[in-house]
């Protein structure tokens, strides 16, 4: 951002002399296009690729630039010399705010005496505004790359930061880190200051940051992102977020926030992602939820929210992922569902929602490609056009009280990558083919179904935890009368142990009083 600007700059030049007063001004400026020169070139030079004739040449233009250089801070001398059009005060606000943050220690003035020009600070980008000076507009602290600015373990928020009046970005991560050693809070005044400014804000993993999201800021009526993630914060979901319209971004996720769902969030029609999972919200969901049209992203997953998913919530043809798992929900799986025309990935697990599965036109589902519903009391049996849903890659009905059999369609969902029905009350036999148990290999769960088996083919990979279909054909009298049953994976067990051997699956034994029992795995059937 900083090194575009640079080249804006200097194109501007012409623009700029008009604008700015001092000729001191003008030489810092031509000075800083110079050194930008002479740092390109010392790059060039240091590299051994090239050869002596540009060392050479590179080193003839240190030295021009390094007259000129002298001849411009002599112009300049008895005055501030300042190197870029940066406003002193604007320079030394900056300085500050990065003390605040990384302690008295870091020595600005020093290091970087062009923070808008030629010695950009990591993390920290301007840009130039009509008046012709450099502003800050970006700060961002966190652990992203080798050289960003760190938090020390005693940051505080410093005040000056408030008077960076342009900025547009402010990003925190990792920077409060001890809500005991070192606790901050937000401040309740000062955002106004950037109620023109600021389009993202970004607080994220600060356990130390405690007490509640101040109302005022929802004075930052520019703003697009507003992320708050992960730190220490209590209290509710402020109803003035409702006056940043402009959101496109509300990530509230991973604090300790409780009540409920403003109502008036319905406001912020440009919302795409709402995120504000990992908290203690509970009550109701507001139907106005239903007016975020432009919506892709809806999360509140592992919360305390009841009752039913509001029916106006099918308004949201965008929607791609829902997601409400760990919640409360009660009242069945909703007709509304199935107006989730773009769902992609629908996450409806542990809730004691109960119902079945009956009610749903599965095949509408023709862009979903997670289905997790687990976990939700479902009941009944699961129905046969399930296997509609043409892209759907993860399957998770397991851990409800489904009962009926595993309909073998279900193979047909090419795209198929995990089913989970294990838990469940489901019976009769898993009809599959081999090339589907090879495919799904651990990913096909059907495990703790008392009463459902296998039907084994040869040297296939065989479903965990899921016993053999055994069948007692009992022969008597002379092969005059035979009896067809479905055993169960203890009797095979028993009757194997007398010393059954096996060709293939086919298993042999002859019990004590005669009778022939012929366990049949197979093809047989
Ligand atoms: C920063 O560096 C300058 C130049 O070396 C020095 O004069 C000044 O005292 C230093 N300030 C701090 C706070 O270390
Ligand atoms: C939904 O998405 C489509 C295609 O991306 C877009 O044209 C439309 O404006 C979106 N609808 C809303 C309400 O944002
Ligand atoms: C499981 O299903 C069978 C019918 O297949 C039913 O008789 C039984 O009560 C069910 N068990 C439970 C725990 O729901
Ligand atoms: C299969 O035969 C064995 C031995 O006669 C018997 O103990 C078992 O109960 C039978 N299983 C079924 C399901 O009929």
Redesign the pocket.
């Known amino acids: 951002m900083a090194r575009e600007s640079r080249e804006t700059l200097v194109l501007d030049k012409g623009r700029l002399k008009r604008t700015l007063d001092g000729d001191c001004e003008l030489a810092g400026l031509q000075l800083h296009a110079v050194l930008s020169g002479v740092y390109l070139l010392s790059v060039l030079a240091q590299s051994y690729l090239l050869g002596m004739a540009l060392r050479f040449l590179s080193w003839k233009c240190h030295l021009v630039l390094c007259f000129v250089f002298h001849f411009l801070s002599c112009l300049c001398k008895g005055q501030d010399s300042s190197l870029s059009p940066m406003k002193n005060k604007e320079k030394e606000i900056i300085y500050s705010v990065i003390q605040g943050f990384v302690g008295k220690g870091w020595n600005g003035s020093y290091l970087y005496p062009d923070p808008c020009g030629w010695t950009p600070i990591q993390g920290v980008s301007c840009e130039q505004y009509d008046d012709g000076f450099w502003y800050v507009t970006t700060v961002n602290f966190g652990p992203f790359f080798d050289n960003s600015l760190l938090c020390s373990h005693d940051a505080q928020l410093p005040p000056q930061l408030f008077y960076l009046k342009h900025l547009k970005v402010l990003s925190l991560s990792s920077c409060f880190r001890s809500p005991t050693k070192n606790p901050v809070k937000l401040p309740l005044s000062n955002w106004d200051n950037f109620s023109h400014s600021l389009e993202s804000l970004t607080l994220r993993s600060n356990p130390g940051l405690v007490g509640t999201i101040p109302s005022t800021i929802g004075n930052l009526r520019k703003l697009q992102s507003l992320v708050i993630l992960e730190n220490g914060l209590i209290g509710e979901l402020p109803l003035s977020i409702s006056n940043l319209v402009r959101l496109r971004q509300l990530v509230l996720a991973g604090n300790y926030l409780v009540g409920e769902v403003p109502a008036n969030y319905g406001r912020l029609s440009e919302l795409l992602i709402f995120d504000a999972s990992r908290n203690s919200l509970s009550g109701v969901l507001p139907p106005t939820l239903g007016f975020l049209d432009s919506l892709l992203k809806l999360d509140l997953s592992s919360n305390m929210l009841e009752g039913e998913l509001p029916r106006q919530l099918g308004r949201l043809k965008n929607l791609t992922l829902l997601d409400i798992s760990y919640n409360k929900l009660r009242g069945g799986l909703p007709m509304t569902l199935q107006e989730f025309v773009s769902l992609k990935h629908l996450i409806l697990s542990n809730n004691p929602i109960g119902g079945d599965l009956l009610g749903i036109r599965w095949e509408n589902f023709q862009n979903t490609e997670t289905l997790d519903l687990s976990n939700i009391g479902l009941e009944g049996s699961v129905p046969e056009s399930m296997a509609k849903m043409k892209r759907l890659r993860f399957l998770d009905l397991s851990n409800n009280?489904l009962?009926?059999n595993v309909c073998t369609s279900l193979e047909n969902l090419t795209s198929l990558r995990a089913l989970h029905v294990n838990g469940n009350?489901l019976?009769g036999r898993l009809d599959f083919s081999e090339t589907f148990y090879m495919k799904m290999g651990m990913r096909f769960a059907a495990w703790n179904n008392?009463?459902l088996c296998y039907i084994a083919k040869p040297k296939h990979q065989i479903p965990y935890g899921v016993k053999p279909c055994v069948q007692n054909i009992t022969i008597s009298e002379g092969l005059s009368a035979i009896k067809i049953t479905e055993g169960n994976y203890e009797d095979s067990f028993v009757v194997a142990s007398f010393g059954g051997s096996c060709f293939y699956g086919l298993w042999w034994v002859f019990t004590v009083n005669g009778v022939l029992n012929v366990f049949l795995w197979n093809m047989l059937f």
């Open positions: 009280n009962s009926g009350n019976s008392a009463n």
